[in-house]
Nanobody, 117 residues
């Protein structure tokens, strides 16, 4: 089992910044992938950014150049630095963990991000 604890969400004005953190605990695969998905009201959950244990990243096109994902393997923590936030970034953000084969996936509880115009 892996537990994911998210923090850092909140309300911010358009153009502002937020930093999300996700701490993983439990039985951690050293070669895991971690990242963030988001789900706006009435929409499907979508990838925001993911990073593997070697630091290779993938971003949604809508956040490229504004968001940066990083990780601290020693602390089993993944971060999402969100700059130049837009109202359309408003959503519940979910931390994501999976093992290399994708056979084991865990989700955090979700954290709310609201960007006002």
């Amino acid at each position: 089992q892996v537990q994911l604890l998210e923090s850092g969400g909140g309300l911010v004005q358009a153009g502002g910044v937020l930093r999300l953190s996700c701490l993983a605990s439990g039985i951690i695969d050293n070669f895991n992938h971690m990242g963030w998905f988001r789900q706006a009201t009435g929409e499907e959950r979508k990838l925001v950014a993911v990073i593997d244990s070697g630091g290779v990243t993938e971003y949604a096109q809508s956040v490229k150049g504004r968001f940066t994902i990083s990780r601290d393997n020693a602390k089993t923590t993944v971060y999402l630095q969100m700059n130049s936030l837009k109202p359309e970034d408003t959503a519940d953000y979910y931390c994501y963990y999976r093992n290399p084969s994708g056979t084991v996936i865990f989700w955090g509880q979700g954290i709310q991000v609201t960007v006002s115009s």
